[in-house]
């Protein structure tokens, strides 16, 4: 009886086991696998309390050779989980819980963001209207500057970014406010989709001081040029300076050079909030269509143009000048264009744009400026002669800004900007002078983190940019533009 009863016992707790079922974690096979131990220790108990006639039943089994020849063999039923835990749980699964990282594929690592600008122009005196063939207030930088508009989106911007491999990174942003004209006998029609940028980086180094850039992105001329409308003070870059590029891109190829040292300055003014005009590298060169963005290669030239900036520390100027930071550099570009003409498509001749310009920043700690000149020679409409020829111009701003970190209504910034310019703007049909002189006093208010609101109010003299209307037009305006960040 006693060597019957330990084999039934141990075939009774063998068959009071449950098997456990197809597990769908990893968890669940744990926790299965738990209770298995614990009837397995009630078993051994059990067979343990009937140890003192388990010696005699195995003597007897030997000397009578009973029709049992062995004992059966038991598989434990640890084991028996642990074969079915092997047999469901993945591969990749055991691996990450072993602790191996598992890489994920590049699109899955896809940053989106963005932002949008709404806008309100106010004309509030001055020429808003005008008999044909005079200029009327209004702006190339700003479409919703007129007598009849009210509400406007100025920009509706994504921004898809990621890093294919460690040395591979790209950069896709369309902007949803675009508009397109000649929509029903000239009426405009807005919220079209249009490429802003469009690009790929390779950094040859390891650290990424070095990049080259294909595809559409900004062209490396004029630092508020290269800075984001989205941390820019101001409501619009100045005409001189954006006269240069216009829209601020074109196709083709720019290398970067960032120093380390560089780099240092400028993560320290980025951690301390400080509007930077992006890293665009220390030293920039690159070769473009020059045609404009979104617009053909005409004439089969290339566009080469050149940029340098370099943040100074003040603080060896004593305790006055501590955490200030001083940035100099400047510009050259040299470029064939053929501007559209009134009568449709290009003009037939290409003319020269050749310019250079240098800038000035003294970010605010808590007062600041900001100044950009260029001089150079570019398409200009000439109404004596009635065609386009190519002439002298310049232009730029000088801007004062203040920093308040802290009040009842959130961080905010004061600012004061005088611009002028005279010349040509050649992305404009029959390339038509500006004449532009204005002051324009704002303050940019951020209550909470994705919302700022600047309101603004200018004092513009310009000229229209066409070459249909001549004189100036004088007045004030009231803008404001609440722009949310996402």
Do not use: C
């Not at 079915?84 to 691996?95: D, L």
């Not at 409308?229 to 590029?245: E, F, M, P, Y």
């Amino acid at each position: 009886m006693g060597h019957r009863g330990g084999i039934a016992a141990v075939m009774l707790g063998a068959a009071i086991v449950p098997l456990p079922s197809q597990a769908q974690t990893v968890q669940e096979l744990q926790q299965q696998i738990d209770e298995l131990k614990a009837q397995l220790r009630e078993l051994i108990a059990l067979q343990k309390a009937q140890a003192p006639a388990a010696p005699a039943a195995a003597t007897a089994s030997i000397s009578e050779k009973p029709a049992i020849a062995a004992t059966p063999t038991v598989t434990p039923p640890v084991a028996v989980a642990q074969q079915r835990v092997e047999q469901s749980v993945p591969a990749a699964s055991v691996v990450a819980d072993a602790g191996t990282p598992k890489r994920r594929p590049w699109f899955q690592k896809i940053g989106l963001r963005g932002y949008t600008q709404l806008r309100l122009n106010e004309i509030i005196a001055g020429d808003a209207t005008a008999p044909a063939g005079k200029s009327r207030l209004r702006s190339p930088g700003d479409s919703g500057i007129t007598d009849q508009g009210n509400f406007t989106f100025r920009r509706i911007r994504l921004v898809f970014s990621g890093n294919v491999t460690d040395d591979v990174a790209f950069y896709f942003q369309p902007d949803f406010a675009s508009a397109v004209n000649d929509q029903s006998n000239g009426e405009r029609r807005e919220g079209f989709a249009q490429l802003r940028d469009a690009y790929v980086d390779w950094f040859p180094d390891r650290d990424r001081r070095f990049r080259l850039r294909f595809g559409q992105s900004k062209v490396p001329y004029g630092w508020e040029n290269m800075q984001s409308s989205s941390n820019r003070l101001t409501l619009d870059r100045s005409d001189g300076i954006n006269s240069a590029i216009p829209s601020e891109r074109d196709l083709g190829i720019v290398g970067y050079y960032t120093p380390a040292a560089v780099q240092r300055v400028w993560d320290r003014l980025a951690d301390d909030g400080q509007k930077l005009f992006g890293n665009y590298g220390a030293f920039g060169v690159g070769v473009f269509n020059g045609q404009g963005v979104n617009r053909p290669e005409r004439n089969n030239g290339l566009m080469t143009v050149a940029m340098g900036t370099w943040p100074f520390e003040l603080d060896a100027l004593g305790s006055a000048f501590t955490g200030q930071v001083l940035e100099l550099g400047g510009a050259v570009m040299r470029t064939r264009v053929r501007p559209e003409v009134r009568t449709g498509g290009v003009s037939a001749a290409s003319f020269k744009d050749d310019r250079v310009g240098v800038h000035a920043i003294l970010y605010p700690q808590p007062f600041g400026v900001q100044a950009e000149w260029n001089w150079g020679r570019g398409p200009e409409f000439d109404p004596l002669i009635g065609a386009i020829t190519t002439r002298d111009l310049n232009g730029g701003y000088v801007q004062g800004m203040a920093r308040v970190r802290n009040s009842p209504l959130g961080p905010f910034m004061p600012y004061v900007r005088w611009q002028r310019y005279r010349g040509g703007w050649k992305a404009i049909t029959n390339a038509p002078r500006l004449e532009t002189d204005e002051w324009e006093i704002g303050i940019e208010f951020q209550p909470i983190d994705p919302l700022e609101l600047t309101i603004a109010f200018a004092d513009m003299t310009r000229r229209e940019a066409d070459e249909r209307r001549i004189g100036r037009a004088e007045g004030q305006l009231i803008r404001t533009q609440l722009q949310w960040n996402y």
